[in-house]
């Protein structure tokens, strides 16, 4: 009965785990969830107001499949102003979240054999997107020694006639990486005259720590402009998730085009009152509260990095971006699905176990909750090795 092409799918790892926590706390368990990659703050006032005065105004039809012009203008803006990135409202796509935008992309650039560099640790979905569309996964290994980067001389090896994408995140998810200017320049050197996709996914380009600069792929060079699709949206930055709101940009109208064709004939347009309210952030206006949700951020993180490297046997990278730790569990247990499901089990702390992620050995803790449970979570990590390992 189903086609041959959805039996590669497999369920989303985060949201497994995410789920049966939920279905455990139902039940009357004591849960902690660090699995999920969602902020607890809430959507500024600002954009929730707008989305109100939408629907008293209406604004609840049909709109153009990419997105009404006001909303693609300010997301152009946006782009230039923040990124240093020209494009034309022309080049932008507006999508139900990074998810579909990275959906149109593979679906309209990925044939059956083409070769797809996605180094891991990975979000879960990028590789589940290659293989849907008949592509190979070439996963080079990366580890704290390049604190989970993909350096240029290894990309240089990993190179073919075949190879159609890389897929580049920053800051990325799981480990929280933030690819550096110097960094960024190498790989663009490696990929100068080759036809590469870059597949440039910065959903957190704005939770980065330290005094870090945030980098877009596509700023570096003209070269690096034409090959890259940016990425991008609004749900972890500006904790709106649930609006689902993503968008890719590229100058390439051909690929724009597909991609628009793509989506008139699957979800058309987004939700065009979450349209109208997003305009709001893309504009700046809630600067400051994104500001003071970075600051609380970076907070946790140091709480849990400091925390997870006191319980020996564990180690931890601290981030310059996102909101995840990616502990290393090596040294006491190589099987992250056991660890994760006994951790779970026995003491109802919810991590996504590394494996998921591409790399065994290791979990993913979500720090996107307040500070008291971060280290009411650690405090049962700590009991639950030292009883059981």
Avoid at 138 to 147: A, G, V
Avoid at 183 to 198: R, S
Wanted: no cysteine.
């Amino acid at each position: 009965m189903l086609s041959k092409r959805i039996t590669v799918l497999q369920e989303s790892i985060t949201i497994a785990i995410s789920t049966l926590a939920k279905r455990l706390k139902d039940e009357g368990k004591d849960v902690l969830n660090f699995g999920a990659g969602e902020p607890d703050f809430d959507t500024p006032k600002k954009i929730k107001d707008e989305a109100k005065k939408a629907l008293d105004e209406g604004f609840t039809k049909y709109t153009a499949v990419e997105g009404i012009a006001p909303l693609l203008q300010a997301i152009a803006d946006k782009l230039k102003r923040e990124n240093g990135l020209n494009y034309s409202p022309k080049d932008i796509i507006t999508s139900n979240g990074a998810k579909q935008s990275l959906f149109n992309l593979f679906a309209a650039t990925i044939d059956e054999g083409d070769e797809v560099i996605i180094p891991a640790p990975y979000w879960v979905t990028y590789p589940e997107l290659a293989r849907l569309n008949g592509g190979v996964v070439i996963e080079p290994k990366t580890d704290e020694s390049t604190e989970f980067k993909l350096t240029a001389t290894e990309l240089k090896k990993l190179i073919t006639p075949k190879t159609k994408m890389l897929v580049l995140t920053s800051p990325s998810n799981p480990t929280g990486s933030v690819y550096s200017k110097e960094e960024l320049n190498a790989i663009a050197d490696v990929l100068k005259g080759t036809n590469i996709i870059v597949a440039a996914d910065e959903m957190y380009e704005k939770l980065v720590y330290s005094g870090k600069k945030f980098i877009s792929a596509a700023s570096i060079n003209d070269d690096m402009f034409r090959r890259t699709v940016t990425i991008n949206g609004l749900s972890k930055s500006v904790a709106m998730t649930g609006w689902r709101f993503g968008y890719l940009a590229s100058p390439n109208k051909e690929l724009i085009k597909a991609m628009n064709n793509l989506q008139s004939q699957s979800t058309s347009n987004i939700n065009s009152i979450t349209q109208k309210a997003s305009i709001v952030a893309l504009k700046g206006e809630v600067d400051d509260e994104i500001e003071s949700m970075r600051v609380e951020f970076e907070k946790r993180r140091d709480i849990g990095a400091d925390g997870f490297n006191a319980i020996e046997g564990l180690s931890v990278f601290k981030p310059d971006g996102a909101f995840y730790l990616f502990v290393n569990i090596s040294k006491i247990e190589k099987d992250s699905m056991k660890f994760s499901k006994e951790l779970l089990e026995k003491e109802g702390v919810a991590v996504v176990p590394g494996v998921g992620f591409g790399v065994d050995g290791y979990f993913r803790f979500s720090f996107a909750t307040d500070a008291a449970t971060i280290q009411k979570g650690i405090d049962r990590i700590a009991k639950f090795i030292k009883e059981n390992y």
